[in-house]
């Protein structure tokens, strides 16, 4: 369905706007495509010992923690101390962090390109550190060019936290059920939709721009 056609309630007798007015996409994993085993498995060739850095030194969990704004001196400095051996390769995490970034997931940019001609409004929802979103609004001219962006970092909180839903619909004043939000992990989504925001897990550009037209947003 295109915006100049019928709208959701099926009425063929004037044309209606999309039911959906604004987009907010995730930032790893759906728009840039972020691994940290795109560095690592450059620095630590074997791969059973890479596996044991990225679950044990350097986990998930940490990273969440920086995500969620903590200081990224004192938690190098805490992993250092928890992990002499692995001291240069931890400080690589915060260094050489760009390099795990293979670049933006493909299609997407086009994706972003076509919303923004059709005047939607587009928005970020990111769980990342303060430094690394300024980072990669520098590296990436396209991220600069959105609306707005909510970044765990900043806010102190990570998602699924219902917290942080609420800032990215208060700030920017938007209608939850009139709200398209792709991320690409199940929790994420499940999360927006408990707001009542129309949330779908992210799979790839294609498929996103299935549920785009879908929802009347492009063309198809």
Known sequence: MSPSTVGPTGDSDHVTLPYVHATVFDLGGVLLDWNPEYL???????????????????????NAELDAGRDWEEAIAERSERFPDYAELIAAYHRRWDEM???????????????????VPLYVLSNISAAKW?????????????RGAVVSGQEGVVKPDPSIYRTLLERYGLEPERTFFTD????????????GIDAEQFIDAATLRGQLVDRGLLRG
């Open 101 to 119: 970034i293979a670049g933006p997931i493909p299609g997407m940019v086009e994706v972003l390109d076509e919303l923004r001609l059709a005047g």
């Open 134 to 146: 300024r980072d990669a609004v520098a590296r990436w001219g396209f991220l600069g060019r959105l």
């Open 40 to 62: 690592y498995s450059s620095l630590i060739p074997d791969a059973a010992e890479c596996r044991y850095f990225l679950t044990e030194v350097c986990p998930r969990e940490w």
């Open 184 to 195: 690409d992990l199940p929790g994420n989504v499940e999360a927006a939709r408990a707001w």
